[in-house]
T-cell receptor, first 115, second 112 residues
């Protein structure tokens, strides 16, 4: 079945440093979503990428979708303590010509930001 | 506009008891998805339902687990005869179409 691998599993940074997490799928994706989850919280939707090679920005966050639609990355510039949490990618694959919500999540990257 | 509601938020059950987890989708959403999250892991798909229909239950364990989404009322995830391995956070998401993006706060199930 489809697998989504995410690295690194943990990342510790000093406040102000940059952070990147990478996501790789074993199969071509219809789209990819990114979520942030705080400790004890629930996944909060950040963004969805659909097009091959797509790049989207949200303030200090930059999201990329690979040309082959099998990998993606999230980059945070100048991290802040409010960025702490676990960042998940989740891929959506076409199922028999129709796509629906069977997201396959990566294991997540736990980000710690030291002040 | 209330988000996805789940209750209870925390549930403690002894081994062998039944657990019932409820999910009320956002207003106007007729698609519900259930996911399970073990500690320090990503979410694993369990089941996808539309009103009165199970569309995909390929992630559901074959025994003890069932889900429904009746015409009226919330979606229910039912776990019979719980075991310690069922301890996890169970998240529900809803959408108006086939792409979930709104997750509820989750139910944290602890089996003692």
């Amino acid at each position: 079945g489809q697998q989504v691998m995410q690295i690194p599993q943990y990342q510790h940074v000093q406040e102000g440093e940059d952070f990147t997490t990478y996501c790789n799928s074993s199969t071509t994706l219809s789209n990819i979503q990114w979520y942030k989850q705080r400790p004890g919280g629930h996944p909060v939707f950040l963004i969805q990428l659909v097009k091959s090679g797509e790049v989207k920005k949200q303030k200090r966050l930059t999201f990329q979708f690979g040309e082959a639609k099998k990998n993606s990355s999230l980059h945070i510039t100048a991290t802040q303590t409010t960025d702490v949490g676990t960042y998940f990618c989740a891929g959506l694959a076409n199922a028999g010509g129709t796509s629906y919500g069977k997201l396959t999540f990566g294991q997540g990257t736990i980000l710690t930001v030291h002040p | 506009n209330a988000g996805v509601m789940q209750n209870p938020r925390h549930l403690v059950r002894r081994r062998g008891q039944e657990a019932r987890l409820r999910c009320s989708p956002m207003k106007g959403h007729s698609h519900v998805y259930w996911y399970r999250q073990l500690p320090e892991e990503g979410l694993k798909f369990m089941v996808y339902l539309q009103k009165e229909n199970i569309i995909d239950e390929s992630g559901m364990p074959k025994e003890r687990f069932s889900a429904e989404f009746p015409k009226e009322g919330p979606s229910i995830l039912r776990i019979q005869q719980v075991v310690r391995g069922d301890s996890a956070a169970y998240f529900c998401a809803s959408s108006p179409s086939g792409h979930p993006s709104n997750f509820g706060p989750g139910t944290r199930l602890t089996v003692t």
